[in-house]
């Protein structure tokens, strides 16, 4: 079957040694989480989180959480990605994409995935202490006045996991 990917992901998927294949041919949310790992990956010295958003079969924007590396306390993966997309496509209202992190999303980013009216979020991990869609709090509860997104959470959740655990570990270990 025919790939329809523009260049930005051609670039993305080369880059990290991923293979382009049909999004359709395998189970799709495994996929583009593949991707937003392969973005975590990036991180660097930064808390191994990964995001991308897909539109039509197609990731539009790739980002990792920044937060050290730009000392912004708002460099969230998933805030630099749906600015990205909005850019990319000339508009605030992403209601028409899908957003695939590697961590379940904080409360900041939660509500930005609400403004930019995302209406669906794949997840990789579950975040006890601050995920806001449901493990820590539920921002995404009845009585919102915005349409809420379709969730689904724990797609590759041992390899999100094991990506933040070994960075915390060898963070620990650099200390002692
Ligand atoms: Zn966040």
Redo the contacts with the bound molecule.
Sequence with gaps: MKVFLDNFSKTFFEKNNLAVTDPNSLNPDQNWMKAALAEAENSATDVPVGCVIVRNNVIIASAHNQRELNQDPTA?A?IIAIRQAAAHLNRWRLDDVCLYTTLE??P??AEALLQARVPRLVFGAYDIKSGAVGSAFNLYCEGRIYPLPEVKGGVLEHNCQKLLIDFFKNKARSIK
């Design positions: 969230h998933e999303p904080c900041m980013c």
